[in-house]
């Protein structure tokens, strides 16, 4: 999988210098009814898995990026292509990108190409018709660049949800 990033441009095609953030004020857990299994599973819980003191109502606030559009090139055998390509077509929930208020505005699936590059390519003239210009890329694994490590690989679901780490690269787009 590769992530490229795109961001509008000035008039000489060149990033605009600012991206605002969405700051959203969130209560997780809250107005639950702890006697139903289900409903129980939503409330946070102390690391020993305990109810917490109070009403188990945990605050936080999330950053959201805003204005910023992403092409992901995944890359596999066509037949896996296939599946997902079917999938994005068609899904059975609706596709929200990190908050049901984030819509996207544009298909998601775009077709499958022979390589990297030709995806790439695409992306680049779709974003270009847009007014927009790349300003970096994800790449899997360790490359020059920026090395980030996420724990977002999901190993095991339910109520002991496990994840494992994997290792991206950052690396600005010139």
Known sequence: MTVEAYVRADRNEQPLPRLPLLCDFQMVGSGYDDGDPWQNLLIPKTSEGKKPNGAGTKMTYRYYVQDMA?????????????VVQNALRNPVWDLYLGRKNCVPTEFIEQ???PNLSEAMASARTLSAGKNRVPVFQVLQGEHE????TLNDVPLQFGEDKRYRDRRVTVVPVE
């Open 70 to 82: 992403f092409a992901v090139a995944l890359q596999g055998s066509e037949g896996e292509l296939a």
């Open 145 to 148: 660049g920026e090395v980030l």
């Open 111 to 113: 077709g499958i190409y």
